[in-house]
């Protein structure tokens, strides 16, 4: 079935430190992809998506782009903040009108000053 | 705009009794879906509604169940609770029935089973 790996977790990070979060996917069709990041005490957030193939979506100092032939969809951020400190997760639907996601397992993330 | 509303947010149950957690969804969304979060399982996808039906089901037994009211509020159902059964379950809501854009969730509701 559809599936998304995450790496491991924690990064610890210094504050101003560049970032890189791997998600790689595996889905019979092409899904849209997501990142949600969930703060200490809060909800899911939608942090940014992308719906095909080269798209780049991006939110906040957070990048990541849809790589069709890698199944990729890793997140990047030129300088961390401490307050950068949450839980990610990738996650992928399927273009099918339904509106179930399917996540990975999530990756925590601490900047320290 | 308020956001996902979920009650309770934390509640201790036994082993064999049920639970009724519940979710009111930001105003004027229509579609409601659940999720139950572990630190084993991570995140996996329980039900999703629209307009009162069920529209799609992940891979759980029986025991959760879930419903959704005319005024988009839902809630899910544990029945005969197990040890496992602890988690975090999350309730998202959408404006669109079809997914066009972000769910948004709520706080969750933090279930232990003893």
């Known amino acids: 079935g559809d599936s998304v790996t995450q790496m491991e977790g924690p990064v610890t990070l210094s504050e101003e430190a560049f970032l890189t979060i791997n998600c790689t996917y595996t889905?019979?069709?092409?899904?849209?992809l997501f990142w949600y990041v969930q703060y200490p005490g809060e909800g899911l957030q939608l942090l940014l998506k992308?719906?095909?193939?080269?798209d780049k979506g991006s939110n906040k100092g957070f990048e990541a782009t849809y790589r069709k032939e890698t199944t990729s969809f890793h997140l990047e951020k030129g300088s961390v903040q401490v307050s950068d400190s949450a839980v990610y997760f990738c996650?992928?639907?399927?273009?099918?009108?339904?509106?179930?996601?399917?996540f990975g397992t999530g990756t925590r993330l601490l900047v320290s000053p | 705009k308020a956001g996902v509303t979920q009650t309770p947010r934390y509640l201790i149950k036994t082993r064999g009794q049920q639970v009724t957690l519940s979710c009111s969804p930001i105003?004027?969304?229509?579609?409601v879906s659940w999720y139950q979060q572990t630190p084993g399982q991570g995140l996996q996808f329980l039900f999703e509604?629209?307009?009162?039906?069920?529209?799609n089901k992940g891979n759980f037994p029986g025991r959760f169940s879930g419903r959704q009211f005319s005024n988009s509020r839902s809630e899910m159902n544990v029945s005969t609770l197990e040890l496992g059964d602890s988690a975090l379950y999350l309730c998202?809501?959408?404006?669109?029935?079809?997914?066009?854009?972000?769910?948004?969730f709520g706080e969750g509701s933090r279930l232990t089973v003893l």
């Open positions: 998202a809501s959408s404006f669109y029935r079809d997914f066009t854009g972000e769910l948004f």
């Open positions: 889905a019979t069709g092409y899904p849209s």
């Open positions: 992308a719906t095909k193939a080269d």
């Open positions: 996650a992928l639907q399927m273009n099918t009108g339904f509106q179930k996601l399917v």
């Open positions: 105003s004027g969304h229509r579609s």
């Open positions: 509604y629209f307009s009162e039906t069920q529209r």
